[in-house]
């Protein structure tokens, strides 16, 4: 079974930190650009924050900027969506995706995926974020 699994959702605090992780099973992530979505009650999935399959280019929406940062640990098979600051409005299912490094540039790479969300070969199963007092 090729997959992607998410963890590290739960309840927290305004202002509070979550961790989420990203684990690929079946296939290695070497070769793939990874992205973090979400998608709350009623609204559209968006694209929060990708980054290329080299880890050397990183993408993040406006509102989520200075305060999520992903990375990825190719020997673990992983990538991470390290989330400060936590908004009530950051409240949301995340999903991550990944999309096969191709022949265009890293930028591109995450252009298609976080924004066109074109291309995408594997899809996670998501996990919930609540951020609520």
């Known amino acids: 079974q090729l997959q992607l699994v998410e963890s590290g959702g739960g309840l927290v605090q305004p202002g509070g930190s979550l961790r989420l992780s990203c684990a690929a099973s079946?296939?290695?992530?070497?070769?793939?650009?990874i992205g973090w979505f979400r998608q709350a009650p009623g609204k559209e999935r968006e694209g929060v924050s990708c980054?290329?399959?080299?880890?050397?280019?990183?993408y993040y929406r406006d509102y989520v900027k200075g305060r999520f940062t992903i990375s990825r640990d190719n020997a673990k098979n992983t990538v991470y969506l390290q989330m400060n600051s936590l908004k009530p409005e950051d409240t949301a299912v995340y999903y991550c995706?990944?999309?096969?490094?191709?022949?265009?540039?890293?930028?591109?790479?995450?252009?298609?995926?976080?924004?066109?969300?074109?291309?995408?070969?594997?899809w996670g199963q998501g996990t919930q974020v609540t951020v609520s007092s």
């Open positions: 079946g296939f290695t992530l070497d070769y793939y650009a």
């Open positions: 995706a990944a999309l096969m490094r191709g022949a265009g540039s890293a930028d591109l790479q995450v252009f298609k995926l976080c924004v066109l969300q074109d291309d995408i070969e594997y």
């Open positions: 980054i290329s399959s080299s880890g050397d280019t990183t």
